[in-house]
């Protein structure tokens, strides 16, 4: 099995999942950038529903938001909170990690923004801009996309939500050990919350022993359970 990161340049094709909305599967490893039982359905359940609006729902207050995204992949997530962020406004920092950024021509492929009814010049705002400079998509929402590893990232007390959407355990295990959540957790502000897809136990023991609360959810459509971690 393979399981190192570099190894995510190997084949490559887009699939319909189960809602109709594609994604990037990588045939070698059998393992897609979302759900096979719905790309769209499973970024809105587990980062927008779970994470964004759980967040808002338990902080009214709060004026301005700083998100961190582990694996920007296509931007799904990322356009998917931008739309959001369009209901009830509020200033967003978001910060978006991949060390391997999906091709145009992928991206094109996925057709996100007529799936969303949306205009395609947010999507190719969340896109054209360079790797490593902060703009802004709209007045009160700015992205910085950054070109690095996982392991690498050691911000402090900065972001209040963490969508972390690395590939699964079984390609990756060394992206869910207890080492990267100990720097997740370090990266987040008190009383902030990382959400992921992913409810195995041993990533639940890891994401404990470096101190979350850690509550199992319903997971989305096909899938029993997911994670969320919060930091008090
Ligand atoms: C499951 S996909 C992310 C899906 C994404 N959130 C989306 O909405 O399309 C995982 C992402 O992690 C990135 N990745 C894999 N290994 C990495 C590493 N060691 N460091 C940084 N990024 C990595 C991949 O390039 C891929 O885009």
Request: hydrophobic residues 35%.
């Amino acid at each position: 099995m393979p399981n190192k990161s570099t190894d995510i340049n190997l084949k490559r094709s887009i699939v319909t999942t189960s809602d109709g909305s594609k994604t990037i599967k990588i045939e070698a490893w059998n393992e897609q950038y979302h759900s096979l039982h719905g790309a769209l359905q499973e970024a809105r359940y587990v980062y927008i529903e779970a994470g964004y609006k759980t967040y808002l729902n338990r902080y009214p207050d709060q004026t301005s938001i700083s998100i961190l995204e582990m694996g920007f992949g296509t931007g799904l997530n990322t356009l998917l909170t931008v739309l959001e962020s369009m209901i009830k406004p509020i200033e967003i920092n978001y910060h978006g990690i991949d060390a391997y950024p999906v091709k145009v021509k992928e991206l094109e492929a996925l057709q996100y923004p007529s799936l969303l009814g949306c205009e395609p010049s947010f999507f190719n705002a969340i896109h054209k801009e360079n790797w490593g400079e902060e703009y802004k998509i709209l007045p009160h929402f700015k992205l910085l996309k950054r070109r690095e590893v996982f392991t690498k990232i050691k911000d402090l007390s900065f972001f209040d939500i963490i969508y972390f959407d690395a590939f699964g355990p079984r390609v990756q295990p060394e992206l869910w050990e207890a080492s990267i959540f100990e720097n997740m957790f370090q990266a987040l502000k008190p009383n902030g919350i990382l959400v992921t897809y992913c409810a195995k136990g041993s990533v639940r023991r890891n994401m404990q022993s470096v101190g979350f609360k850690v509550e199992r959810l319903p997971g989305p459509p096909g899938k029993r359970e997911m994670l969320r971690a919060s930091k008090i």
